[in-house]
Structures are given as C-alpha cells and as structure tokens.
C-alpha cells in the first residue's frame, strides 16, 4: 500500500546542482520520519539526513552538510533532496525512506541513480 518514488536523478557536471523528489502514497510525509540514503558503487548504504514528523531536519551527514537540503511539501505529500555544489564523490543512487512505526515497517524507494562529472 505505500510506496515511495524516487525522481530527478541524471547526470550533472561537478559544481552543478540537482533536486531529487520523492513522492509518497499510502503514507503521509508529515505523519513519518523521512530520510534520505544513497549508496556508491561497490558501497554501502548511507543516511544522507533525516526529516521528522515535525519538519526538523535532525540530521545531515558530514560530507553533504552546507551543500544538501532536505525539505517537505506537505500539499504535494512529497520529500525533497536539493543537492548544489555536487562532487563526483557524490555520485550513487539515492533512496527515499520511510522509517519504521510501531504499527508499520520501513519503506523504501527503488531510487534514482545521481552521476555526477569531472
């Protein structure tokens, strides 16, 4: 029943900007924990930053932060990523994720791949 769409991926030069937009249905966005994960090539997954129910981004991680921008449209049901000086150490794909509830699971986007050039 819920399911999140990741959109806006593509390829950019170094320096440029991107926003990605992830678009919910079955949930509601300001209801949840929303986060932001991407995962390079041959890496990990790794939290990008997280909005709570009450709109407070409580966190970025360390590489991105100053440079990326979590948001929420509460209207359109949607979560946004502004990513602006991209790096080429940015490149992966990046996942929307619903955190878990006591009453339902954790859901994730099937992500949209970010390749950014030299």
């Known amino acids: 029943q819920v399911q999140l769409v990741e959109s806006g991926g593509g390829l950019v030069q170094a320096g440029g900007s991107l926003r990605l937009s992830c678009s919910a249905s079955?949930?509601?966005?300001?209801?949840?924990?929303m986060a932001w994960y991407r995962q390079a090539p041959g890496g990990q997954r790794e939290l990008v930053g997280r909005?709570?129910?009450?709109?407070?981004?409580?966190y970025y991680t360390e590489s991105v932060k100053g440079r990326f921008t979590i948001s929420r449209d509460n209207d359109k049901n949607t979560v946004a990523l502004q990513m602006n000086s991209l790096k080429v150490e940015d490149t992966a794909v990046y996942y929307c994720?619903?955190?878990?509830?006591?009453?339902?699971?954790?859901?994730w986007g099937q992500g949209t791949q970010v390749t950014v050039l030299s």
């Open positions: 994720k619903q955190d878990p509830t006591p009453w339902s699971p954790a859901y």
């Open positions: 909005i709570l129910s009450g709109g407070t981004v409580d």
């Open positions: 079955g949930t509601v966005v300001s209801e949840k924990m």
